[in-house]
């Protein structure tokens, strides 16, 4: 649904500048739950990036996000997909030790528009919003 992929078009623009070191990519689609699936031991650090919700912010906005951010907005049902995310990622926890996360929201202009292509307003920020994710990755690993 247009710019609902955003994080899928990201992905594979970071994969293809092969700046951040020492990492895999993985598009989920919109399962969260099979995020314990891909998630093991020797992943010390995890990286969530997809289009957020927001009526208060231009689309385009970054956000950086915690676990615990989203847990304190879950009741505001702040995911575009509705996954339980947090839910999924708080099972494989007990599961395992968990890992540093970060989520990375990114503001949609059009979730309505079925196509796998980026609404206009969305791509022509869409380097910039590349530039600002890939930075925000890079200080995130480097801590």
């Known amino acids: 649904m247009s710019d609902e992929g955003i994080g899928v ?11 951040i070191k020492n990492t895999s ?30 009526d ?6 970054v956000f950086k996000l915690t676990l615990d951010d989203l847990q304190e ?3 505001d049902c702040f995911s575009l997909h509705q ?4 839910d999924s990622l708080i099972l494989n926890s007990i599961i395992d030790e968990f890992h540093q996360t970060l989520i990375i929201g990114i503001v949609p202009y059009d979730i309505k528009t079925y196509s796998t292509s980026l609404s206009d307003c ?16 890079i200080g995130f690993f480097s801590n």
């Open 25 to 54: 990519f993985l598009d989920m689609g919109t399962s969260s739950l099979d995020i314990g699936y891909y998630i093991d031991k020797d992943i010390e650090k995890l990286v969530i990036i997809d289009c957020i919700k927001s």
């Open 122 to 137: 969305i791509q022509e920020k869409f380097s910039t919003i590349v530039e600002k994710i890939q930075n925000v990755i």
């Open 83 to 86: 996954l339980g995310l947090i």
């Open 9 to 19: 078009h990201i992905i594979k623009e970071l994969e293809k500048k092969k700046v």
């Open 56 to 61: 208060d912010h231009k689309p385009g906005t």
């Open 73 to 75: 907005r879950k009741k």
